[in-house]
């Protein structure tokens, strides 16, 4: 089982600010999640600093990472809706890669995000809290034109379709 060892203070020697990339398609099965985890693999190896945010409900790149969905007690959910904070969500791997993991509990974004006003920017506003711990975040968007696609899409600075 993997431990909660993110830890602020050890991460952080300077202020930064990470390079944010999604990745993204409309269509599933088209290698993002294996794109995402083999570009967080190569910059971990040049020691970068990576994240990885696992924003798709299916939960493929926190498998991808060694981790066990079922074995872990909190997500990326967590830290959007129910206001925990990334220090208790993020995992480091086995790999040197850090993880914020998905959950099914991400299907049921849309109905709660549909009334609020901000509904596109809210992993954006997030992300801000923790970006000058990481030299890059990572973010594996779900397939389709859903608002977690956009959410993914509005935070990052790059894209790689």
Same mark, same amino acid.
């Given at each position: 089982m993997f431990?909660?060892?993110f830890n602020k203070q050890a991460i952080a020697q300077e202020k930064k600010s990470a390079l944010t990339i999604a990745f993204a398609h409309h269509k599933g099965g088209i290698g993002k999640t294996t794109s995402?985890?083999?570009?967080?693999g190569w910059l971990v190896k040049f020691g970068?600093?990576?994240?990885v945010i696992d924003f798709d409900p299916q939960g493929n790149a926190t498998t991808g990472l060694g981790v066990d969905r079922h074995s872990i007690d909190s997500s990326i959910y967590n830290v959007l809706f129910e206001h925990k904070d990334f220090n208790e969500i $993020? *995992?480091?791997t086995d790999s040197?890669?850090?993880l914020a993991p998905a959950s099914l509990d991400l299907l049921a974004v849309e109905p709660q995000l549909i009334n609020q006003a901000d509904k596109t920017a809210i992993l954006k506003k997030k992300l801000a809290e923790i970006q000058q711990y990481f030299d890059? $975040? *990572?973010?594996d968007t779900p397939p389709g034109s859903t608002l977690l696609m956009i959410n993914g899409i509005v935070a990052a600075e790059n894209i790689i379709i």
């Open positions: 431990k909660n060892i995402c985890l083999n570009v967080a970068k600093k990576v994240l $993020i *995992l480091e040197g890669v850090y890059y $975040i *990572l973010i």
